[in-house]
């Protein structure tokens, strides 16, 4: 008989000739698990690929057991495609490559009085007329309910909330969303989102960085249930001077940068224009460039009009979508559709088209089956565009570009170039 210290000795060297015997500590599961991956890299190619891929599966399906349905999948059972919500301007749909998404940040943002909240609104009056639900969260606590009205907003059904504080309205936001059954939520606007220590601090105090804090902290969570639950969230926002910028373009957005990061689409809105009737303003032109896209290709503008007594020009937005896609030609002054002239000059067509709703109808379904076909509007190439994106880059990427060699009489106007 062997004594205990000769025996043990005689364990080691046997384990060091065998190798370690298996962990009995193992579940039966794990010790399955093993043998079929040990048998899956022995096996050849075709074989391996399906034992690992059935491995892979029972992995996943023991961890969505633990986190949730749907935490881990292939990508094939995800959403392949993003699904949009129209944004009631046909032309920004286009270059937006199908309208909003579903589910994700937006941000609007632009000079003041360019449109962004009545875009907005647009888009809350659409998602309300195919039978969504809608909130607006007016931090800035100036809504006006008649011109809502103009732009085809259902009162009634707007859930509208004006909180005190940023932190209160980020987390009304966040529970809407959560709510499962809000389409879209508007916050008007992300400059407005006071921090509650600045609120209750006293005036001028200084916080340093207290929204952007704020901004980061929430949309950490609100970009993740946004996702989960499809609901889009719709952040206004200002424009702001950078201090000591020389060169580049000098503008940036507030709140910080967690919105230029969380955000899948950023719209930049510009008024081009003031649109007048003999010596009345009536309307302005707006311009918006999509200078971030993770849905489409980005870099696409569109242009409308809003009127001042109803709102945006829809029927313009048709003709101008149905001419940049091919539909709508146009021979000097006069626009045909399908060989038929429409009317001579654009406001002529317009009021065609309004007292001819089929052909107006007939005209919008032909834009939207050539959009929902993949059709993307080119990006313009005229002549100062080459500046206005990098000078927009700055606006994208919170960083000024020094570039000493950019002619800026690209960016003057005809009555500000200076005399020869």
Known sequence: MLSPVRARLSTVLCTAVRGPRPNRALSRS??????????????????????????????????????????????????????????????????????????????????????????????????????????????????????????????????????????????????LARTGVVDLIAVDSVSAL???????????????????????????????????????????????????????????????????????????????????????????RVRTRVVKNKCAPPLRDAEFDIRFDSGIDTVGCVIDAAETSGLVKRRGAYYYFEDAMLGQGRAKTVDFLKSNPEVLGRMEALVLEKLHAGFTPPIDTAEDDALAVAEEAGAVDGEAEAEPEVDITLTLGEEDKPEE
């Open 30 to 175: 794990a010790r399955e698990g093993r043998a079929r991956a040990a048998h899956a890299v022995a096996g050849g190619k075709g074989h391996a690929s399906d034992e690992k891929r059935k491995i892979l599966e029972d992995a996943i399906g023991r961890m969505n057991k633990s986190y949730g349905q749907n935490a881990v999948m292939f990508l094939t059972g995800a959403r392949s495609q993003v699904e949009t919500v129209p944004s009631g301007v046909l032309t920004l749909d286009m270059a937006l490559g199908g309208g909003l998404p579903k589910g994700r940040v937006i941000e609007v943002f632009g000079p003041e009085s360019s449109g962004k909240t009545t875009l907005a609104l647009q888009a809350i009056a659409e998602v309300q007329k195919r039978g969504g639900l809608a909130a607006l969260v007016d931090v800035e606590h100036a809504v006006d309910p008649v011109y809502a009205a103009k732009l085809g907003v259902n009162l009634d059904d707007l859930v509208l909330s004006q909180p005190e504080h940023g932190e209160g309205a980020l987390n009304i936001v966040d529970e």
């Open 194 to 284: 006071i921090p509650k220590a600045e609120l209750e601090g006293e005036v001028g105090a200084t916080q340093v960085g207290g929204q952007a804090r704020l901004m980061s902290s929430s949309l950490r969570r609100l970009s993740k249930n946004a996702n989960m639950f499809g609901c889009t969230i719709i952040f206004i926002n200002q424009l702001r001077q950078k201090i000591g910028v020389m060169y580049g373009n000098p503008e940036t957005t507030s709140g910080g940068q967690a919105l230029k990061y969380y955000s899948s689409v950023r719209i930049d809105v510009r008024r081009r224009e003031i649109l007048k009737e003999g010596d009345k303003n009536t309307g302005i």
